[in-house]
């Protein structure tokens, strides 16, 4: 990769990689929790995949350079119940 490709190349805040951005597939999923940052959400996400609980964490929009936005953790409709009894229990 050239030096100006690397320069223009836009920087990955910390775990965006796990985060879904404007994707509409996800607008029938229920929300669970809200975040201010990718990382506590990611967290969280990692939780609900160790049980089994199809998840993910999603945004309108690109999180900051520090990877803080409005970050949501969903889950698929008649998941909610089964995701936040055991999302209670940690808390």
Not at 13 to 25: M, Y
Not at 59 to 75: A, C, M, T
């Amino acid at each position: 990769m050239s030096w100006l490709a690397r320069i223009r190349r836009r920087p990955e805040t910390a775990g965006s990689a796990d985060l879904v951005v404007g994707d509409p597939r996800y607008d029938d999923w229920e929300v669970v929790r809200e975040f201010e940052d990718v990382e506590t959400g990611r967290a969280w996400l990692q939780h609900l995949s160790e049980v089994g609980v199809p998840a993910a964490l999603t945004s309108d929009h690109s999180p900051d350079r520090f990877g803080r936005g409005e970050i949501w953790l969903q889950v698929p409709a008649g998941r909610w119940s089964e995701a936040e009894e055991f999302l209670s229990e940690l808390e």
